[in-house]
């Protein structure tokens, strides 16, 4: 292994042709070495980061439409006082799964998965670390969203809430298998959650492309790297009250949650809101680290107050851990300890306000070209600061006991969620799809789609305020006649139908992209970050030659005299392992290449965590269902990818040759 710069010679001769052959003779055997079996087979065993992350986020868009689709009946059912288009059991359900839905099968895992998929190329690797254990995640969490929602289609599906609160879901009040539905959900979406962000500290400390140090990570690379130790603390908590306390206490008879037997139902909303409030932050603090990282390409400048912007999403992360109490006002505590909560509540807003400070100045002070992503950005500026404004109106305890469980809240947290998180999500996967599929996708269509989300959302949640404000409680399936509410509850109801057609829109301009789309270049949007140094979509092994990295914008910086690493085998999956600090190289390291072990072990543990909520007898069963598949895992392997035949070399696909710049793809 070694690091070396492509003298002028050497560039004389790809552009003239000598060294083509051997160039693509190398590239064949890194496209065998790297990439999966065709058909069905290929597509369970593959390991590939981006396959595994690409299925994750189309998995996740399609929990996010069965939510939608939730939340129009809901939305139906109060468009006009004493409806009884659904009734108050199957309301229950609707609201729970649509809570839970949103909060642990959308909104955590796609910015998860889009990070698997982003975060590797972005610091230049061929790989996230532990491959397998990436697919692993992938099968649990689609596994823990099925189980939820067939539960919902043949009438039991979880009804006392996303939050679940006890005594309300206690034995007592809750009999049956409906809360032990979702307790098992969040075990299953926990494991991949934690999965997910252990691959993603892993990789960032140790796979970066040699002179990206700290301070040259890109900032959506920081952003994912602290909310992984924010998933490491916050749904760690949620699990062990979920499993082992919550679905203990209603299967084995615990009392953890019980008072007559000296437990506290207050103790449930300590543990489970020390991981719903952070919880927030996990999912809006991808969303502001995204913006960060496509505004250069729009505004044609470096991202204003690099350090500035690292240090808050910091120092967010940190804060988010002491305000859990926040939503706790109305239980009682003492009013010293609730002004220290509220101090923190209205603090936190100051480092969320600095980002968009950094934001502004670099709109400002750069070249604005207002394509539809950047109308996503901006979009997103306007919606979060109308939420953040409601957020800190609620750390006043006075108003939050007069709004409390009220819509108000309902209107508040859905600003700052769908602000926060789905406008940059939805304006980031569209300046991203040309690298994810190759294709274009059309501004007149993306433009359209984002003007009518716009609207549908303000018209739909806006209205939710005064409603909040008149009285109108959340988590009621119907209302009486004359109490002010009718009209603002059927404005409600249309704005969340335009907004489903936006939703509609944006998916309809994905699908034509990919259809009919024009062929993107490596670079359509002109930006900045190093996945933007590759083809489009990037081939399964990344890079050809890793890069060096030299500045916080290396593709914009990069020239065909550049560093690049030699030394990596074509015919093992080897990725470059460099230190935490300087990124500087340390060794190589084999990756195990596909398997079925992941998928079949994903059915082993869904088979233990549903089998146990029926009979103790499901952890004998699932620990002897997960031995094959572990064995199968660990078990050492022939490596398939040594040996090419010369005619494959021959006679292959030849990938074709731009001279230095492809070698640095």
């Known amino acids: 292994m070694s690091v070396h710069r492509l003298v002028a010679d050497e560039v004389a001769q790809v552009l ?17 070495t790297w990439g999966d079996r065709p058909g069905l087979w290929g597509w369970l065993t593959t390991v590939d980061h981006k396959r595994v992350a690409k299925r994750y986020i189309v998995t996740a868009m399609i929990f996010l439409v069965l939510g ?21 059991d199957r309301y229950n359900q609707l609201f729970t799964t649509h809570g839970s839905t949103m909060m642990f099968l959308f909104a955590v895992p796609v910015m998860e998965a889009v990070a698997l998929y982003l975060v590797p190329l972005m610091i230049g690797t061929r790989n996230i670390a532990f491959p397998r254990l990436n697919a692993l995640g992938y099968w649990v969490y689609a596994a823990g969203g099925a189980f939820l929602w067939i539960s919902l289609l043949v009438n039991t599906g979880p009804d006392a809430g996303w939050f679940a609160y006890t005594p309300l879901s206690g034995p007592e009040f809750s009999p049956g298998k409906r809360v032990d539905v979702w307790a098992q959900m969040i075990t299953f979406t926990e ?23 700290l301070s040259r990570i890109p900032v959506y690379v920081w952003g994912m790297l602290v909310v992984s130790f924010m998933v490491l603390f916050a749904m760690t908590t949620v699990a062990v009250a979920s499993t082992p306390m919550l679905a203990m206490d209603r299967l084995v008879g615990t009392h953890f949650f019980n008072p007559a037997e000296g437990g506290d139902p207050l103790l449930w909303q300590h543990l489970f809101w020390f991981f719903g409030h952070p919880e927030v932050y996990i999912i809006f603090l991808p969303g502001t680290a995204l913006v960060s990282t496509m505004l250069p390409a729009y505004v044609r400048r470096p991202v204003f107050g690099y350090p500035a912007i690292v240090l808050a999403l910091v120092s967010t992360a940190f804060l988010s851990f002491g305000l859990w109490v926040h939503h706790m006002f109305a239980t009682g505590i003492p009013l010293m300890g609730a002004s220290f909560f509220t101090a923190a509540s209205v603090v936190i807003a100051i480092p969320t306000g600095v980002q968009f400070f950094c934001w502004i100045a670099s709109i400002w002070t750069g070249r604005p070209r207002f394509d539809t992503p950047l109308l996503w950005v901006i979009g997103m500026m306007v919606v979060f600061v109308m939420g953040g404004v409601t957020g800190v ?11 409390h469980d009220s819509f108000f809240v309902v209107a508040h947290f859905h600003y700052v969620l769908i602000g926060g998180a789905v406008f940059p999500l939805l304006g980031a996967l569209h300046h991203w799809l040309p690298k994810f599929t190759g294709r274009m996708p059309s501004e007149r269509l993306g433009k359209l789609a984002f003007w009518v989300v716009f609207l549908g959302m303000n018209l739909t949640f806006f209205p939710m305020h005064y409603l909040g404000l008149r009285g109108m409680p959340r988590r009621v399936y119907t209302y009486p006649d004359g109490m002010g509410w009718n009209t603002l509850n059927l404005l409600s109801t249309v704005g969340a139908f335009i907004l489903a057609g936006g939703v509609l829109l944006y998916v309809a301009n994905v699908i034509h ?53 030699t030394g990596l085998r074509s015919d093992e999956r080897q990725v470059l392992v460099t230190t935490a600090m300087d990124a500087n190289p340390d060794n190589l390291h084999k990756q195990p290449g596909p398997t079925l072990a992941p998928f079949l072990t994903a059915l082993a543990v869904t088979l233990f965590l549903v089998t146990l909520i029926f009979t103790p007898w499901g952890a004998v069963i699932g620990a002897i269902a997960l031995f094959p598949p572990l064995l199968m895992w660990g078990w050492p392997h022939g490596d398939r990818t040594h040996e090419i035949p010369a005619r494959e070399l021959l006679h292959g696909p030849q990938p074709h040759s731009d001279g230095p710049k492809e070698v640095l793809g």
């Open 191 to 213: 494991i991949a959650a934690l999965i997910a962000s252990i691959e993603i500290i892993t990789t960032v400390f140790k796979q970066r492309a040699p002179g990206m140090s």
């Open 513 to 565: 992209a990919m259809t009919k789309g024009a062929k993107a270049p490596a670079n359509p949007w002109g930006a900045d970050t190093l996945e933007w140094a590759t083809p489009s979509p990037p081939p399964a092994y990344n890079f050809f030659r890793i890069p060096v990295i030299e500045s916080r914008e290396p593709v914009w910086e990069r020239t065909a005299d550049s560093p690049v690493v």
């Open 68 to 88: 939608g689709i939730d939340a129009l009946f809901m939305r139906l059912q109060l468009a006009r006082p004493g409806n009884a288009f659904i009734g108050p």
């Open 16 to 32: 003239a042709g000598n060294g083509e052959r051997r160039f693509s003779e190398e590239r064949v055997r890194l496209a065998h």
């Open 393 to 403: 109106q609620l750390a006043a305890v006075p108003l939050d006991l007069q709004v």
